[in-house]
């Protein structure tokens, strides 16, 4: 063979080695970026935060006061629900 022929069937073997063991994409876009579509605006309140556990998705609302509120993404209906507000619970503990 010559030099040229080996250098391309080297090139090609690597490449099918090299798509052949790559990861697949699960989903894309990530639930938590689809889920940002129906995120619900909270008058008087800013966006804390998103947080993916698991198969879920999470955000947390903040006000001036420091209260906070979490919502829980449902992946089958595309809506979120409020599943906790706890009083102070954006307050830095400062000992």
């Known amino acids: ?21 790559a990861t697949d994409i699960e989903e ?3 639930l938590w970026v689809k889920s940002l ?6 008058e008087g309140y800013r966006n804390a935060g998103m947080f993916g556990m698991e198969d879920n998705v999470y955000a947390q609302f903040c006000d001036s ?4 509120k979490w919502f829980s993404y449902n ?3 595309h809506t979120w629900k409020q599943t906790k ?3 102070y619970g954006c307050r830095e503990n400062n000992g």
Request: with cysteine; aromatic share 8%.
């Open 1 to 21: 063979m010559k030099k040229n022929q080996k250098k391309s069937l080297f090139l090609i073997i690597s490449i099918l080695l090299l798509s052949g063991c």
């Open 75 to 77: 992946k089958e209906t």
């Open 37 to 42: 579509e129906t995120l619900p605006r909270q």
């Open 28 to 30: 894309y876009p990530p």
């Open 65 to 68: 006061h420091g209260n906070q």
């Open 85 to 87: 507000y706890e009083t």
